[in-house]
């Protein structure tokens, strides 16, 4: 079956670092540019970072540019969201995503939560 599955969510001190993995499978993962997103409780979802399929051009939200990073590694199927200095605004839920432009394919993954406290 079609699949994205993040882990690396916990809990984590003002200013701390997180590194979150998403694991694709039943899909040619390549094919695929690959999204990060964030929804905090009583907030719309926010767009946090996106990464062409080969991994040559990024992009990113003014909220964390400077402080995350996402990068992808194909030949494992897996995407990453580097997370340094987090504030405890980036608290979240935090899911990826696979978009496949040609055929408007949209593949999402469950979630994994992000608290930054103190």
């Known amino acids: 079956q079609v699949q994205l599955v993040e882990s690396g969510g916990g809990l984590v001190q003002p200013g701390g670092s997180l590194r979150l993995s998403c694991a694709a499978s039943?899909?040619?993962?390549?094919?695929?540019?690959i999204h990060w997103y964030r929804q905090a409780p009583g907030k719309e979802r926010e767009l946090v970072a996106g990464?062409?399929?080969?991994?040559?051009?990024?992009n990113y939200a003014d909220s964390v540019k400077g402080r995350f990073t996402i990068s992808r590694d194909n030949a494992k199927n897996t995407v990453y969201l580097q997370m340094n200095s987090l504030k405890p605004e980036d608290t979240a839920v935090y899911y990826c995503?696979?978009?496949?432009?040609?055929?408007?394919?949209?593949?999402w993954g469950q979630g994994t939560q992000v608290t930054v406290s103190s």
């Open positions: 995503s696979a978009l496949r432009i040609v055929t408007s394919t949209r593949i």
């Open positions: 039943g899909f040619t993962f390549s094919n695929y540019h």
């Open positions: 990464i062409t399929r080969a991994g040559d051009s990024t």
